[in-house]
């Protein structure tokens, strides 16, 4: 399927591993120009200088604290410059403490609102009246399912996803008129960096290993294994593309029939 996004400008967050380095290799591969950012200037010069050079796309790598105001305001009017617009905007930063209620300061769950909720507020607001001048666009917000299922030891990041899925029913309403669609993708258990976190984090709980955590974990998916991020990444591009055109407003669950309810 032609997923007509050659051309196409796009902005991502968080992407110097995981699914935003996936959403960015793949955004060039289907023809994208793309500005992405983490904190990690030579890991996203790498990317740029592989990507770029594999895809003949423009790849823009910017370093960017997106838990800061000034850096995501900075990197969205930057990424628009040197791009020459926004078409697109994966939000998609924000790794969250696992740990349980009496082991996470006050300052931590501010920290952690500030990079997952807080930073696809800030970057939508910024991106907007690019996409405005273009005629429309597409906003896809990455909040983990704990959002909707909570996680006793993932409380931070529950309560930041709840948020982002609340954020982007709004904001699909909200922006309709300007043909702007906004939609959440929310991932289940991906194999990333993060959820060997999440793996150490359940170890501690259940008193066993990290390999016998990961058997238990696994055993219980109703899919039987944990996806790629690449797997997550396809979906992403779906959502941001022409393809999905009436789509806005909603969150689309990606995480193998983990999520109970309608």
């Known amino acids: 399927m032609?997923?007509?996004l050659n051309d196409k400008k796009a902005l991502v967050t968080g992407a110097s591993?995981?699914?935003?380095?996936?959403v960015v290799e793949m955004l060039a591969e289907e023809g994208?120009?793309?500005?992405?950012?983490?904190?990690?200037q030579p890991v996203l010069d790498e990317i740029a200088a592989e990507v770029g050079g594999r895809t003949g796309r423009k790849l823009v790598p910017l370093a960017a604290d997106v838990s800061k105001a000034e850096d995501i305001e900075s990197f969205v009017a930057t990424g628009a410059e040197q791009l020459g617009g926004v078409d697109i905007l994966i939000n998609n930063a924000g790794a969250s403490i696992f740990a349980e209620l009496?082991?996470?300061?006050?300052?931590?769950?501010?920290?952690d609102i500030e990079l997952k909720l807080m930073s696809y507020v800030r970057g939508t607001r910024a991106a907007v009246p690019h996409m405005r001048e273009r005629g429309g666009g597409r906003?896809?917000?990455?909040?983990?399912?704990a959002g909707r299922q909570p996680l006793p030891y993932h409380l931070p990041g529950g309560a930041?996803?709840?948020?982002?899925?609340?954020?982007?029913?709004?904001?699909?309403?909200?922006?309709?008129?300007?043909?702007?669609?906004?939609?959440?993708?929310?991932?289940?258990?991906?194999?990333?960096?993060?959820?060997e976190k999440q793996l150490t984090a359940n170890a501690k709980k259940w008193g066993v290993s990290v390999e016998e955590?990961?058997?238990r974990f696994v055993a219980d998916l109703p899919l039987g294994y944990v996806p790629t991020a690449e797997e997550v990444a396809g979906v992403i591009l779906f959502l941001a593309s022409p393809r999905a055109a009436y789509i806005t407003g909603t969150t689309l669950t990606v995480d193998g029939g983990i999520t109970k309810g309608i």
């Open 139 to 145: 906003i896809v917000n990455v909040g983990g399912n």
């Open 102 to 111: 009496f082991d996470i300061p006050d300052e931590r769950w501010m920290a």
């Open 213 to 215: 955590a990961e058997e």
């Open 32 to 40: 994208c120009d793309v500005a992405f950012c983490s904190r990690r």
């Open 17 to 22: 591993e995981g699914i935003g380095r996936a």
């Open 160 to 195: 930041s996803n709840a948020g982002v899925l609340n954020f982007t029913r709004a904001m699909g309403e909200y922006l309709a008129k300007d043909r702007i669609n906004v939609i959440a993708c929310a991932p289940g258990p991906v194999k990333t960096a993060r959820f």
């Open 2 to 4: 032609n997923l007509e």
